[in-house]
């Protein structure tokens, strides 16, 4: 049976409350990335949906991390949100450029995009008309995935279009979105050979609760064997998986990703592969 790899990783590689709990004290902020990519083999990085970094940021993220690593980048808001696909040549080429200096550790690139009011698009149809246009100038050598936030408009219209251009809809585990159960009883959203999970959770509900992501604050257990489960059939499809945790899942991300990892091996499940650490690991928990 062909067991496609699963990378998994957390939203960015720097948080509050991660000395100690994740990283070792007295590690230098500048030896974060390093240590991080010895117990991951894929980082989200966040960053650069606030701005597109600066070639020197990115050449130093590839020069930090072993061959084999993956940074998966989100899409600068000034395409997705500020104008939407729309006169954006520019700032696109430019954000492409500056991230093949990743070279083979580049790995998927995510759209993100809001809930659009209804004065922006007033139906999905009036989305599509403007995203399909776009998917078309996309370099095919590259790996793209659309997160959408608009509850209706994930049906298997917008799967059957991301499916022709083999881009993936992101799958996410987020309080006012629908989960995967309930999207794969209406439509198939696996839409190209690789698919892209991210573990959200409840921002404004765990920001009651902490603002120090330095350990679990909410049970996820439940949803989490639930994602192992849908992960190992989404594995038996031949189809690659990028899966990462951000904080506000569960109250730390690194600890969300060891949870799912633990849950994977205890259901006998084919072990998953994990970065060869290149001194002895020094974190609370094994990863």
Not at 226 to 241: N, T
Request: proline letters at 6%; hydrophobic letters at 40%; one cysteine or more.
């Amino acid at each position: 049976m062909n067991h496609s790899p699963i990378l998994l990783g957390t939203s960015s590689f720097t948080a509050a409350g991660w000395e100690r709990s994740f990283y070792p004290k007295g590690l230098r902020s500048a030896d974060y990335l390093t240590f991080y990519a010895e117990h991951f083999q894929s980082v989200e990085v966040d960053s650069t949906f606030y701005a597109c970094p600066s070639a020197r940021t990115v050449s130093n993220w590839a020069a930090r991390t072993p061959d084999g690593f993956i940074f998966s980048v989100k899409v600068p808001q000034t395409i997705t949100h500020d104008k939407v696909l729309v006169d954006c040549d520019a700032e696109l080429a430019e954000f492409l450029g500056t991230m093949d200096l990743l070279g083979s550790k580049l790995g998927p690139m995510v759209f993100q995009f809001p809930a659009f009011d209804r004065w922006k698009f007033p139906t999905q149809k009036h989305f599509l008309n403007v995203l399909a246009p776009f998917l078309r100038k996309l370099p095919k050598n590259r790996q793209f995935a659309v997160e959408i936030r608009n509850q209706g408009w994930l049906d298997a219209t917008l799967a059957d279009l991301l499916r022709e251009h083999r881009l993936a809809l992101v799958l996410q585990d987020i309080s006012n979105m629908p989960g995967f159960a309930e999207m794969t009883k209406k439509f198939d959203p696996i839409t190209a050979d690789w698919t892209y999970i991210r573990w959200l959770g409840d921002r404004k509900g765990i920001e009651k609760l902490t603002m120090t992501w330095d350990k679990i604050v909410v049970d996820r257990t439940s949803e989490l064997t639930r994602w192992v489960d849908y992960c190992y059939q989404i594995r038996k499809r031949g189809v690659m998986i990028y899966a990462y945790a951000n904080n506000h899942y569960a109250g730390h991300g690194p600890a969300t990703v060891d949870q799912f990892t633990k849950l994977w091996n205890a259901k006998g499940f084919p072990q998953l592969t994990r970065p060869r650490p290149l001194r002895q690991e020094r974190t609370l928990f094994p990863m």
